[in-house]
């Protein structure tokens, strides 16, 4: 049934695009994916981000050791401590645990962040200069290839005109 509509929506959209190019207006693509992924911007993010993350996991593969010295400490020492001790023990492992999570989770929103601050300006400049270049050529209609729903494709391919802009 998904299926059925997907090919109803693309026949439509077929329709509609013939009917544009009767019209007169001018369509273009470009691959806005591989576009931003040769900007020079993305390869110093890309290079921040991986920093970031092999911090992230050194931190938690410490609080990782740290946890499991504390752990075999405590197995080690069990028979010779009372059950009240050993509950403390216990509950104080559980804390570790739990604060190692807490840790993993607010690492991964942290780097969903700093990915989401790094990327705006980056598909900022990149739209900037696809609309600069589809203008100056005159096309009515740029589409993005990236996604792979494009159903037509004839148009001109802007990707090397707006790496010339951009000076890649």
Not at 41 to 50: R, V
Not at 59 to 76: D, G, L, R
């Amino acid at each position: 049934m998904k299926q059925l509509k997907t090919l109803l929506l693309a026949a439509a959209l077929c329709v509609g695009t013939v009917s544009f190019t009767q019209a007169q207006s001018k369509i273009a693509h470009i691959n806005t994916q591989e576009l931003i992924t040769a900007m020079p911007e993305m390869k110093a993010a890309q290079a921040q981000l991986d920093n970031l993350t092999k911090s992230y996991q050194a931190e938690i593969q410490n609080m990782a050791k740290e946890f499991q010295t504390k752990v075999k400490q405590y197995e080690a020492e069990a028979p010779t401590k009372t059950d009240e001790e050993n509950a403390k023990r216990g509950q104080e492992i559980q804390s570790m645990q739990d604060n190692i999570r807490q840790y993993q989770g607010q690492a991964q929103q942290d780097m969903q962040t700093k990915e989401m601050d790094l990327l705006k300006p980056i598909t900022e400049k990149a739209r900037i200069a696809i609309l600069k270049v589809g203008r100056a050529q005159g096309f009515d209609y740029v589409l993005d290839t990236a996604q792979g729903a494009t159903i037509l494709a004839d148009g001109k391919n802007l990707l090397d005109d707006v790496k010339k802009e951009l000076g890649i």
